[in-house]
């Protein structure tokens, strides 16, 4: 590990990754590494001056090229059977790639935030 942890934070498009390369971008003590799925993305991010990566979690291949000297990791998740296979193999990755420390947080899909009306 570096003298500061590089700490990769997935879903760095949507609102939850996206506030937390904000939050972590200002943070002197980490690199932050946006991981997006389209090169056009990751190019945003480098525009921004934040490192980026292509990391899609249904893309196999895309997953340990997207770990290297990763010491830490924000995993965000749907809410789907899919998120089993995605998560499953994103952590056996991460734990041959030597990544440290990892935050898993599984979101749920847009009908199950919505405010529940009782009669």
Do not use: W
């Amino acid at each position: 590990m570096t003298d500061k942890p590089n700490i990769l934070v997935l879903g760095a498009t949507g609102k939850v990754g996206g506030e937390v390369i904000s939050q972590l971008v200002n943070n002197k003590n980490v690199n932050v590494v946006a991981a997006t799925r389209s090169p056009e993305k990751a190019q945003s991010f480098k525009n921004k001056g934040i490192n980026s990566v292509i990391l899609d979690l249904d893309d196999p291949e895309t997953i340990a090229p997207a770990l290297k000297d990763i010491d830490r990791a924000l995993l965000l998740t749907g809410y789907t059977v899919d998120m089993l296979r995605q998560s499953k193999r994103f952590l056996d990755t991460a734990k041959h790639t030597g990544v440290e420390h990892i935050v898993h947080i599984g979101a749920s899909t847009a009908p199950t935030n919505q405010e529940e009306k009782y009669d």
